[in-house]
């Protein structure tokens, strides 16, 4: 439940979620709004725009090659460069909800209270701030606040009760339940006591919860909404993109891999 | 004396910018070094191994030579004599005993110079743990001598190949497998860096080298130096040195930073040039553009090859209570071809850049007392050494 988030709760309330996340700038900018129409036309209900960063420390493979890739193209792929593509998406798709994953040093280096500003001005409904533990985060989440963007927690299997709490308390939006230890990318197994971790968060407050981190399968898909109201697809999706050169070649397959996905 | 507060901070510099994964086997660690700290078993046991095993204590050496040649009083803390031949092992030992207690059964390690993943593979091996190092592809090709004795140890070393392939990459990589692994896995940062509480655990346990320092020095002088001087890497050698001495302020503390090929052009010298930023789980002095992207440091030497510096040095210089110079390739050269010469001493690279600030003009006065850590020593630079000298 979101106060001020309307188009984010509204996504959850009408049915699960998917969520797609795309690298700015790889391989260019213009390439990373075609990617995320097509994502948005072919169903995927949430867009995570990730900036690239030169030390991503939660991310695999996959993302922190697609983040070095658009960090080479001598392309603007700043937060600046990030408000302008949501402008540029959300004159087009106004209900979708937008939301920046990144670094926190992007942020404080272009200032919090400005940075959160800027992206509410701009249409964004979010943040992710995948280094920003709570313990850390209250001074974000006053300025997010305040601006009226909401911070979009990550939580751990390994979350103790206590610091569960602190975290579903500080969430606006939705909450992003990481599927198991570990960096971002494909992988066989999920943490068994996800469902069990979403019964914990819902007892503290009614906050969507979506699940991320190696979701590359159908199954895993159908599994997830079984329990959760969304799932996040990152890597794989970055996968498509990095494999495929040619533009059209490439919307094809981001449409293929999400029908696939939704299949049930 | 400096501590950090609940949340790890340093005045603004600190605290624990990691992934919500991380965070239980931070609170862990903390609480387990928190218990163990008070242990008197714990602490005989470091102690017993730090004389028996490390050498400990390490001799304050009067460097007769480089006085006369400096005109100031110069001592030497001889951390190069330590087992493994620097002062890391101070702390992986600690660590290998927090890692102990708290029932992990494997060990993780970034390296840059490769003395941390020396020390860690040696610790490993005195106490029967697996050990993989991560180690940038430039730094295993300028230190193979030291890849191959991590080998040796039996620790596996892997090479990373992302960014600037150095320390910074190498600590980055050790991040993210230590987030995959974290249940059973320990990993031991090589210097004062990182979230909290690594920066107050590696400090702790480099304290030893200033605490024998001051010891020594009331000893053989009877009163304390006018100037206490260390390299700054992450900052572990220097914190370490300096520790014992912030709260006599009579003494200067001064850091000495790795200027490469000239402040103006590629360095490493973050102290000096750098802003407040996030990396690596905390906040710190660190090189990078306006955005907040990480730079690419470069130092001859690969242990200063680091784009940030830790969270207490950052501190200590933003109330000035450290003073900081930087020193380029060529002087850092330059010295330790003087001092091998002067007192036979052939000091690592890293540590040249300390003995380097004793040539610059106005920074001490004829008959200064000055006590300076040697960090390490010169082994593993020969190829260097060879080629630029
Ligand atoms: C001999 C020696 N001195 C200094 C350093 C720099 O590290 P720190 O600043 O943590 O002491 C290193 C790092 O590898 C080293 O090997």
Redesign the interface.
């Known amino acids: 439940m979101s106060i001020y988030n309307q188009d984010i709760s509204n996504i959850f309330k009408k049915k699960k979620a998917l969520i797609g996340y795309i690298t700015l700038g790889d391989p260019s900018v213009e390439l990373t709004y075609e990617y995320g129409c097509t994502l948005i036309e072919n169903g995927v209900d949430i867009i995570e725009i990730g900036m690239p960063?030169?030390?991503?420390?939660?991310?695999?493979p996959v993302i922190?090659a697609s983040h070095?890739r658009a960090?080479s193209t001598n392309e603007d792929v700043?937060?600046r460069q990030a408000f302008k593509l949501i402008t540029k998406l959300k004159k087009r798709f106004p209900k979708t909800p937008i939301v920046i994953m990144t670094?926190?040093?992007?942020v404080?280096?272009?200032s919090v209270e400005k940075c959160f500003k800027d992206a509410k001005a701009c249409g964004c409904d979010g943040f992710i701030l995948?280094?920003?533990?709570?313990?850390?985060a209250t001074d974000y989440t006053k300025q997010a606040r305040k601006a009226q963007i909401s911070l979009i927690?990550?939580?751990?299997p390994?979350?103790?009760s206590s610091?569960l709490k602190k975290?579903v308390n500080a969430s606006e939006g939705f909450l992003y339940l990481?599927s198991s230890?570990?960096?971002t990318g494909e992988r066989d197994a999920f943490a068994t006591n996800l469902s069990h971790i979403i019964k914990s968060i819902k007892a503290v407050k009614d906050i969507p919860v979506a699940v991320g981190f190696g979701i590359s399968k159908p199954d895993h898909v159908r599994d997830i909404y079984s329990f959760a109201d969304g799932a996040i697809v990152g890597s794989h999706l970055i996968q498509v993109i990095a494999k495929h050169k040619d533009k059209n070649k490439t919307c094809e397959a981001l449409k293929k891999s999400i029908k696939t996905l939704l299949k049930t | 004396m400096t501590k950090p507060d609940r949340n790890g901070f340093f005045g603004e510099f600190g605290g624990s910018f990691v992934p919500d994964t991380l965070m239980p086997a931070l609170h862990e660690l903390e609480v387990c070094y928190q218990k163990v700290k008070q242990d008197p078993s714990f602490k005989m046991e470091l102690s017993e191994l730090l004389a028996e095993y490390v050498g400990r204590p390490s001799p304050l050496f009067y460097a007769s030579r480089l006085s006369e040649k400096y005109g100031y009083s110069i001592y030497l803390k001889r951390e190069d004599l330590n087992h493994t031949g620097a002062h890391k092992i101070n702390n992986t030992l600690g660590q290998i005993l927090l890692a102990k207690q708290m029932g992990k059964k494997r060990i993780i390690a970034e390296t840059g110079a490769g003395q941390h993943g020396v020390a860690t593979a040696t610790v490993c091996a005195l106490m029967g743990m697996p050990c993989d190092i991560y180690m940038g592809a430039e730094d295993i090709q300028r230190q193979a001598l030291n890849v191959y004795r991590m080998k040796l140890l039996g620790a596996q070393v892997f090479s990373v190949n992302s960014g600037s392939k150095t320390l910074k990459d190498a600590t980055t990589e050790a991040i993210r497998d230590w987030m995959k692994n974290v249940e059973h896995t320990h990993y031991i940062i090589g210097s004062a860096l990182g979230p909290h509480p690594y920066p107050m655990i590696v400090r702790d346990f480099q304290r030893v080298i200033g605490k024998e320092a001051k010891k020594q020095m009331l000893e053989k002088e009877g009163r304390l130096p006018h100037h206490v001087i260390a390299c700054i890497g992450g900052g572990s050698n220097a914190i370490g040195m300096f520790y014992e001495f912030i709260d006599e302020k009579d003494v200067t503390l001064l850091g000495v930073e790795a200027a490469g090929e000239g402040l103006n052009k590629k360095h490493a010298a973050s102290l000096t040039k750098g802003r407040p930023g996030v990396l690596h789980g905390s906040l710190n002095n660190l090189l990078q553009n306006n955005d907040g992207q990480i730079e690419i440091a470069h130092s001859i030497s690969a242990g200063l090859d680091y784009p940030g510096v830790g969270p207490e040095l950052s501190y200590l210089k933003s109330i000035d209570r450290l003073k900081v110079q930087a020193v380029t390739d060529k002087e850092a050269l330059s010295a330790c071809s003087i001092v091998s010469k002067c007192e036979g001493i052939i000091p690592a690279l890293e540590t040249a850049h300390a003995f380097a600030v004793l040539s610059k003009k106005n920074l001490f006065k004829k008959g200064d007392i000055i006590a300076l850590c040697v960090s390490g020593r010169g082994d593993k630079d020969m190829e260097t050494f060879r080629e630029h000298l």
């Open positions: 960063f030169s030390d991503p420390i939660a991310d695999g922190q070095q960090l700043s937060l670094a926190i040093n992007l404080i280096q272009y995948p280094d920003c533990s709570i313990e850390m927690h990550l939580i751990s390994l979350c103790s610091r975290i990481i230890t570990g960096i």
